[in-house]
């Protein structure tokens, strides 16, 4: 299985342009046609199927150093309790305690709030036209980190039937998590929203 960061890791890219277009081009060469027509693909083992990726940044309000962008994916392990056993994993022993604490309570409790400046941007993979387009935060997504500009712009926040996947599942999460990991304002600026104000 291959991860976005690894991905970036290894081609060096440094916009989320370049990734889409790399991602595109190399699943292009291990989808199989479908018995159903060419209008359906199935993937294969090698294909990077995650269906979502993110970029996110921290812009310094006051101005500062050049961005650092940093990459995650939605989970692309099949079926739900595998992905419910990943995002537990995933919680204890990969991403920052910030944002286990909002996927865990996400259904029920507080979420997180980060400082001002942070930035993130989500694709979808159209299986049918085989390209990634711009893709809104969940409705989940919104409610757990709070004052995150969302690219493309959220839409209004309503409950969260309609989204059958776990929190944890979204691509947000890993680049968020690695967001929190690489930049020290960011971290020492995120807030539970249980957490009284500075005095």
Known sequence: MMYV???????????????????????????????????????????????????????DPQGGA?????????LSCKGR??????????SVKTWHKAMAYAVHHGATGPAITFPEGV?????????????YQEKSPCKKCQHMFRNVNFWPPARPIAP????????GNCAEVESLSKLLLGTRVVEEGVRSTRTPPPL
């Open 5 to 59: 960061p690894q991905v970036t890791e290894v081609k060096r890219f440094t916009t989320i342009q370049e990734l889409t277009s790399f991602l595109q081009s190399f699943n292009a060469q291990l989808w199989n046609e479908s018995p159903e027509g060419s209008h359906a693909l199935n993937a294969t083992e090698f294909t990077f199927s995650a269906s979502v990726i993110t970029c996110c940044f921290y812009d």
């Open 66 to 74: 050049d961005l650092q962008r940093f990459y995650g994916a939605s």
């Open 81 to 90: 309790h595998e992905r419910c056993i990943m995002i537990e994993l995933s």
């Open 119 to 131: 930035w993130s941007q989500a694709f979808q993979f159209n299986v049918k036209e085989q390209k």
């Open 160 to 167: 969260t039937n309609g989204d059958k996947w776990q929190y």
